[in-house]
């Protein structure tokens, strides 16, 4: 297993360092806007200009990658090549989606770690009550989230129009967001993802163990 994910890590690079850059250019935004609440000022314009286009990138970026993995295993045989070496699909699909979630990982881990930074330091200076699980709660609606669109890129990964994953990722986060605004980061939300994301598994698992190698 630990070979299989190697190489999916190997083979889709890209995205890592993709995810490493873009967490660094989240982080910096996040201490930038800190910086000027500190100060009694509006937050810097960059901050505003780059959040939407880079979320927009993440949200594409994620699932392109899952449409990736799969686009390749169809079109260069790769599964077809590692199961006359007896490894079995669903061995070769786990690497596939455990390799998925180290990238959003990659992503994410740092964001988190910077956030419980942050806020301790912004209870230091200004004592108003915060709510202790709120790193924790939206920490785990963003990796639900980013993980139901890597979901999608799964599922139209044997599509022959790349950008079809990537769209539907993109009307899911827009559905999503509203209903965030309404109902906060709360179960209602995370029921609905972990709904979306076993089905979409379940979808994707059909589909590899059925279609041909």
Not at 4 to 15: G, N, P, Q, S
Not at 109 to 117: D, K
Not at 158 to 174: E, V
């Amino acid at each position: 297993m630990f070979a299989l994910i190697k190489r999916e890590v190997r083979d889709h690079i890209v995205y890592f360092i993709g995810a490493a850059a873009f967490s660094a250019v989240f982080i910096i935004m996040a201490i930038s806007i800190l910086h000027n609440y500190d100060l009694r000022r509006q937050p810097p314009a960059f901050s505003i200009v780059l959040g939407i286009p880079a979320i927009t990138i993440v949200i594409f970026g994620i699932c392109a990658m899952g449409s990736t993995q799969m686009y390749l295993d169809r079109t260069r045989k790769i599964s077809a090549l590692l199961s006359t070496l007896a490894i079995s699909r669903n061995r070769i699909l786990l690497a596939r989606i455990i390799t998925g979630i180290l990238a959003i990982l990659t992503l994410l881990v740092p964001l988190i770690i910077t956030a419980v930074i942050l806020m301790r330091f912004v209870s230091f200076l200004f004592p108003f009550p915060m709510f202790p699980g709120i790193v924790f709660n939206i920490s785990v609606t963003v990796f639900l989230m980013a993980f139901a669109c890597y979901c999608i890129g799964l599922q139209a990964g044997w599509n022959s129009n790349p950008l079809t994953p990537s769209l539907g990722a993109l009307c899911l986060t827009c559905i999503l967001l509203p209903l965030i605004i309404v109902k906060g980061f709360g179960l209602h939300i995370l029921v609905i993802l972990v709904l979306f994301i076993v089905a979409s598994l379940l979808r994707t698992w059909h589909t590899f163990m059925t279609t041909s190698l």
